[in-house]
């Protein structure tokens, strides 16, 4: 794929998925008049008299990150209306008013469940999609006879799910049956459904699991999935088994990031509830993406027919952005803090450095070699593990080798070497000490502040660095059962004296934490889309802040994790927005 984006009067920027493929092997800028530079960050810089060329000759692959009707000169066209399938239906009366955008959605859903018999509400976050959610619900027991609901969704949101349903539906007397954490709650909860004659199901996704044979006895009329996203892959038993129940049945499908960063994605949510809608995989994969065989075996490299492929999603996706609906969320004010490696870092980094190069030549080898093909991507695909298991150390040395102290690890392993070589004496590193100073400040200010890692030892580590500093702190990570969990977000929520939540990914989606106007990314997250999640968080409707600061902690070592994360993260963006955004002619 190959993003456009004007940045001067004169000249725009192409930046593309695969710097190698698009111009180095297939030399696909050859014919383009005026390419004026082409580095090692991916992109070009061409005069924009040359789009025409560029056009042509990259039909059904742009992403126009700049309007295309901006970079011809014309005026922007009028907001595309929703189109029905069917009769415009009724909003039903919801205790909470809702804003006019997500009318539209509610009716959107409505519309296509009717006619599709699914639908996907990729509205960014903190737009109300569990209310448009429970709007369309409302419709179809009131005018379909719907009389069961099943919603799969995170562990951590169930309880919240049962209680925005009683406040917005303003349904007191409907049965909601929440899955507990252990079998004997989960099993009076599945009698109870089975006994109802009218009810909602709230489970998670390991509960499903281990239960679908037992919550499959119930003939529910309509499935919620939140967070879809989770179960993106097109195979394994997860998506099979949901493919299952929601056979037959409306299905309502909510994720703020359809796509992370690959086509694959939208394929393998959409697939679990219409197995036909896009024909067999190797024939989506032929038609919409550009493969071919890379460093670690078979790889994607760009998108074919791009304005197809969103055609085909805009008839079951509704996605808009704060921007779109014009919707006053608190501004978000971006800030990165900068820090420097030790001399301890430094040596740790060049000592992974070295091992990962060794294992780069073994990766050579196996590509000069004469060995048969499939047996060579599979010797790729061995090594590619072993380039893996250095991602952890490699974000321990970027953040503090101090963190190598808060877990056991196996003899032998990386980590247990690296931890070997820390001197006792070591104390933190330059990024810790400025999230300590930073945190000070910000509750010395009377605010509170929310802090991710992608790592729970991490946690464990800044956990006890804040705690030594007197700043009281709870933690939101995947160790946690249900009950601990909730009474950490009520204690940050409603507890002046505690300071800070500390969390992993886990924390990253479903929570309602507009308590506070600080978030830290400690460490960064995978993508672009998830680092989006982390910040609805605190930028949602009903926050009291008119800005929040979502402030980024870097170490900005040459190829450092924090950097490399930084890099892929604007790739991913641009990834997601090209499939999913339709492109304006």
Known sequence: MVTIQQISKEYIRLSFVSYYHYVIRDNRLEDIPGVVRCDARKYCVVPLSSL????????????????????????????????????????????????????????????????????????????????????????????????????????????????EIRRIADWQKVPIFVTGSTKKKRSEAYEGIRNSRTGILITNYHSFLNDSEEINTVNYDIC?????????????????????????????????????????????????????FFGTYDAFEA?????????????????????????????????????????ELP???????????????????????????????????VELSGMPHEEKLAMKAEIAKKINAYNAPLQFIADDPSIFRYRDWKKGTVNYQLARKLPASYRMSEKTAALLDLVSEIVNAGEKAIIFCHWETSTKMLCD??????????????????????????????????????????????LNLQV????????????????????????????????????????????SKDVKKMRKMTRDGDMSSGILVQATA
């Not at 998108?303 to 805009?314: A, G, N, P, R, S």
């Not at 999640?533 to 008119?546: L, N």
């Open 465 to 510: 660095r804040l705690e030594q500093n007197k700043i009281t702190v709870v933690r939101y990570t995947g160790r946690e059962d249900d009950e601990e969990r909730a009474a950490n977000v009520d204690a940050f929520k409603s507890d002046p004296s505690v300071n800070v939540m500390i969390g992993t990914d886990a924390m990253a989606e479903g």
């Open 224 to 276: 919620v999935i939140d967070e879809a996203h989770c179960i993106k892959g097109k195979d394994g038993k997860m998506n099979n088994l949901i493919a299952e129940t929601v056979s037959g049945k409306r299905t309502i499908l909510l994720t703020g990031t359809p796509i992370m960063s690959r086509p694959e994605d939208i394929y393998g949510i959409v697939s679990m509830v219409s197995p036909n």
């Open 52 to 163: 025409p060329f560029i056009r042509a000759e990259f039909d059904g692959e742009i992403y126009y990150k700049t309007p295309l009707w901006k970079l011809l000169g014309q005026s922007e066209p009028e907001k595309a209306e929703i189109k029905f399938f069917g009769p415009e239906p009724d909003v039903p009366s919801l205790a909470l008013k809702p804003y006019e955008y997500q009318n539209e959605g509610i009716k959107f859903m409505i519309d296509r469940l009717n006619n599709e018999g699914f639908v996907l509400n990729g509205d960014g976050v903190g737009l109300g999609k569990t209310l448009q959610t429970i709007g369309t619900i409302k419709w179809f027991v009131e005018n379909r006879g719907a009389r069961k609901i099943l919603i799969i969704c995170k562990k951590s949101i169930k309880t919240q799910w049962s209680e």
């Open 516 to 559: 506070c106007p600080f978030l830290i990314n400690y460490e960064q997250a995978d993508t672009d889309a998830l680092k989006d999640q982390r910040s609805g968080r605190i930028r949602r409707i009903g926050s009291r802040y008119e800005s929040v600061y979502i402030i980024d902690l870097v170490t900005k070592e040459k190829d």
């Open 331 to 365: 501004k978000r004010k971006l800030k990165c803090i900068t820090c420097e490696m030790d001399s301890l870092q430094k040596r740790m980094h060049e000592i992974v450095s070295e091992r990962i190069e060794r294992i780069n030549e073994e990766l050579d080898k």
């Open 287 to 327: 038609r919409y993406m550009r493969m071919a065989d890379g460093k670690f075996g078979r790889q994607m490299f760009g998108v074919w027919h791009l304005d197809e492929l969103q055609e085909k999603i805009q008839r079951f996706l509704i996605m808009r952005s704060a921007e779109d609906v014009a919707l």
